[in-house]
């Protein structure tokens, strides 16, 4: 569980399929892992579903708790100001 970990530290929000391989962890070992770090709360996951060229593919979102991730670059919105 630890690889899992320090792989979310390094890289950030990943789906649990790239975890696997930059872990270097089956995928079926690497959902038991992250279930198991969810439970404890220090792993928050969220189901997702991608189409990329007509295939769908479900997998599982994760990041560590307690971290947000950083704003998307550009222009940002102007705060409205009440008269």
């Given at each position: ?25 089956p995928l079926s070992e690497t959902r038991l892992y992250l ?11 969220y189901h997702s579903t991608r189409f990329l060229e007509g ?29």
């Open positions: 569980m630890d690889q899992i970990l320090e792989y979310l530290k390094k890289h950030g929000e990943r789906l649990d399929e790239e975890i696997a391989k930059g872990a270097g962890l279930a198991e770090l969810e439970s404890s709360g220090k792993v928050v996951t295939q769908k593919i479900d997998g599982i979102h994760c990041r560590l708790s307690g971290i947000t991730p950083k704003a998307a670059p550009g222009r940002k919105a102007k705060a409205s100001q009440i008269n």
